[in-house]
């Protein structure tokens, strides 16, 4: 069974940089896309960008070229950094792996918490 | 960006009951939609999308339909589990959106 596991700070500072980490058991990371995705508290489903296994990426503009997504296929771990963080980017951040063939996410790690606060 | 609006966002109703949410596509997607289910405190979980069956797993009372910008997602007789907001998705465009949610409750 696909696993995936968040981790990293749960309170980040303004301006800092945001750092997470998912781990993937169970699968192979060869042949898929994997993503993050992010939840502000009590509001709705934000797409923030995906990688490849193969290391390329794509993002959602929303970010303002603050995001980095990238991928280390050896220890089965992928990692979103966000850079000059705001109160906005407070939320729960997924990570998800996309389908294969279509761009849907069928498996979800629990998701972790990330408050940003001075 | 696509925008996504579902309705209602809200929906009260009893177990057995028949329940439809509707999700509209502010331009065509064809049929690149799916759905998830949201308990509280919880990740999504992915149940259907329009072009194919339902996933793993998922009870054949839920249901899907539509093309092109307007979409529907059918419980036929809702169970105690069902209870949890739902969220469609677009794939047929980057950003991928979601819907706003439409929360299913008790009555």
């Known amino acids: 069974q696909v696993m995936l596991q968040e981790s990293g700070p749960g309170l980040v500072r303004p301006s800092e940089t945001l750092s997470l980490t998912c781990s993937v058991s169970?699968?192979?990371?060869?042949?898929?896309?994997w993503t993050w995705i992010r939840q502000p508290p009590g509001k709705g489903l934000e797409w923030i960008g995906y990688?490849?296994?193969?290391?390329?990426?794509k993002y959602n503009p929303s970010l303002n070229s603050r995001g980095t997504i990238s991928v280390d296929t050896s220890n089965n771990q992928f990692s979103l950094k966000l850079t000059s963080v705001t109160a906005a980017d407070t939320a729960v951040y997924y990570c998800?792996?996309?389908?294969?063939?279509?761009?849907?996410?069928?498996?979800w790690g629990q998701g972790t918490l990330v408050t940003v606060s001075s | 960006d696509i925008q996504m609006t579902q309705s209602p966002s809200s929906v009260s109703a009893s177990v057995g009951d028949r329940v439809t949410i509707t999700c509209r596509a502010s331009?065509?997607?064809?049929?690149?939609l799916a759905w998830y289910q949201q308990k509280p405190g919880k990740a999504p979980k992915f149940l259907i999308y329009?072009?194919?069956s339902l996933q793993s797993g998922v009870p054949s009372r839920f249901s899907v339909s539509g093309s092109g910008t307007d979409f529907t997602l059918t419980i036929s007789s809702l169970q105690p589990e069902d209870f949890a907001t739902y969220y469609c998705?677009?794939?047929?465009?980057?950003?991928?959106?979601f819907g706003p949610g439409t929360q299913v409750d008790l009555k």
């Open positions: 998800a792996r996309v389908t294969d063939s279509t761009w849907y996410f069928d498996y």
């Open positions: 169970g699968a192979s990371m060869r042949n898929y896309y």
């Open positions: 990688v490849y296994y193969s290391g390329s990426t």
């Open positions: 331009q065509g997607i064809s049929r690149w």
């Open positions: 329009v072009a194919s």
């Open positions: 998705q677009q794939a047929n465009d980057f950003p991928f959106t």
